[in-house]
């Protein structure tokens, strides 16, 4: 079974920063694109960054500048961070990571794989 976890999430004043850590576990053998979404309350969910086994990166026009997504990959595992840098109170949300097209060793394809999430609160 694939899993995600995530850490690092927490409170940090305006200005600060925060680094998010998610790792695939479950006998990975290949994931084609990792990322993170976040929901705000009341709102919909989006996506704040995502980054292909490649290395290509996409960001959400509100991060663009200020967060920094990379990616490690190692045998039966893969790990995406997500730097975070100058929040806002507008980044308030919980941060959710995703696996596209996860391959796991005995063959099997996850379409897709969701974290449980981790809370960021942006708050003087």
């Known amino acids: 079974q694939v899993q995600l976890v995530e850490s690092g999430g927490g409170l940090v004043q305006p200005g600060g920063s925060l680094r998010l850590s998610c790792a695939a576990s479950?006998?990975?053998?290949?994931?084609?694109?990792m990322g993170w979404y976040r929901q705000a309350p009341g709102k919909q969910r989006e996506l704040v960054a995502a980054?292909?086994?490649?290395?290509?990166?996409?960001?959400a026009d509100s991060v663009k500048g200020r967060f920094t997504i990379s990616r490690d990959n190692a045998k039966n595992t893969d790990t995406v961070h997500l730097q975070m840098n100058s929040l806002q109170p507008e980044d308030t949300a919980v941060y959710y990571c995703n696996a596209l097209e996860v391959s796991v060793v005995a063959g099997l394809v996850y379409p897709e794989v969701w974290g449980q999430g981790t809370l960021v609160t942006v708050s003087p």
């Open positions: 980054i292909t086994s490649g290395g290509s990166t996409n960001y």
């Open positions: 479950g006998s990975i053998f290949s994931i084609n694109a």
